[in-house]
């Protein structure tokens, strides 16, 4: 076998290569014509046996391929049938990877009524009495009913804390990154007991989201006791503001049309005014002079127009 290995210049598995009929023989004498399908692939194993690959037309195995494995054992030797057997394809329906039953419960799986007992050599928990330096006392106490037969050990309480820590209610959580400040200075936060006490405690404020359960000291909400709210507006009004980004129009009042004044009347007043007021200007020597009466006349006559005209226009 050893020299049959050494010297193989690629000719043993072209001979297993094309073995094709002799698997497929194999296969249908092991599950017969009406569950095997064409010939798929070659799968080399090592230097001396190759595996056939065959569709499965078998009924709940979809993408499933039915493997036969040939070897040959030398040159000489004619090529024989290791085994025949079903494996599923790339494209199978598989079952899923076994878990044991221990750690399939996950948390929130455990209902009323339902029972799960812890494993035996569980590292989340240590004998009681390494939780005194005294096991005198711890066996006293164990005697009398005030003792626990198993407490956290380190590895459980850091492994509660890494828990607690990166869950809801930690320093990462959405709430607490908004938060205006920390669980730790907040009056509703009430501190574990034991190793615990100085990273995680118990909120007890009704409004919170965290109400009865255990925060990070890091967490935060919106209902941290201390927090003032300023009741004046965060916008600075002055005492006197005038709004000019609207201004009001209003249509002026249309006025009625007047009757036109009488500008004869005014025409004739300034008229006669104008004559009366004028200063007579001296004839000359050689002038004739005219009579002051048909002056008079004139301007009385014109006056009297004046007033009838003005008088009728009133009227009207």
């Known amino acids: 076998m050893t020299l049959l290995l050494t010297l193989d210049d690629g000719s043993i598995q072209r001979k297993l290569a094309e073995a094709v009929d002799l698997a497929r023989a194999a296969v249908l004498e092991d599950a017969g014509a009406e569950q095997v399908g064409a010939h798929v692939g070659v799968d080399r194993e090592d230097a001396v046996s190759a595996s056939h690959l065959f569709e499965a037309t078998v009924t709940g195995y979809r993408g499933w391929r039915w493997s036969v494995t040939v070897a040959l054992a030398g040159e000489d030797e004619p090529i024989t049938v290791s085994e025949v057997v079903l494996i599923p394809g790339p494209d199978a329906r598989v079952a899923p990877a076994w878990v044991p039953w221990e750690r399939r419960v996950q948390a929130g799986d455990l209902g009323v009524g339902d029972i799960f007992p812890v494993e035996k050599d569980d590292p989340r928990l240590a004998p009681a009495y390494l939780e005194s330096d005294d096991p005198a006392v711890e066996a006293v106490a164990k005697e009398t009913g005030l003792g626990r037969v198993h407490v956290l050990s380190r590895y459980g309480r850091l492994d509660a804390a890494a828990r607690w820590h990166g869950g809801e209610f930690g320093p990462r959580s959405d709430m607490a990154r908004s938060a205006p ?34 925060v990070d000291v890091e967490y935060g909400c919106g209902a941290h006791s ?70 008079e006349a004139v301007v009385t006559e014109t006056a009297d127009e004046a007033q009838v005209e003005a008088e009728s226009a009133s009227e009207h």
Do not use: K
Not at 201 to 213: M, Q, R, Y
Not at 238 to 263: G, K
């Open 181 to 214: 400040d920390v669980c730790g200075s907040c009056g509703f936060f009430v501190p574990l007991a034991g190793s615990l006490s100085a990273a995680f405690g118990a909120c007890t404020n009704d409004i919170s989201p965290a109400d009865g359960h255990v």
């Open 226 to 295: 201390e927090i003032e709210v300023e009741v004046t507006s965060s916008v600075p009004v002055a005492e006197l503001v005038y709004d000019d980004s609207l201004m009001d129009f209003e249509p002026a009042p249309e006025t009625p049309a007047e009757a036109p004044e009488p500008e004869p009347a005014e025409t004739a007043e300034a008229a006669v005014v104008d004559e009366a007021e004028a200063p007579v200007a001296e004839a000359p020597e050689t002038a004739e002079v005219q009579p002051e009466v048909e002056p």
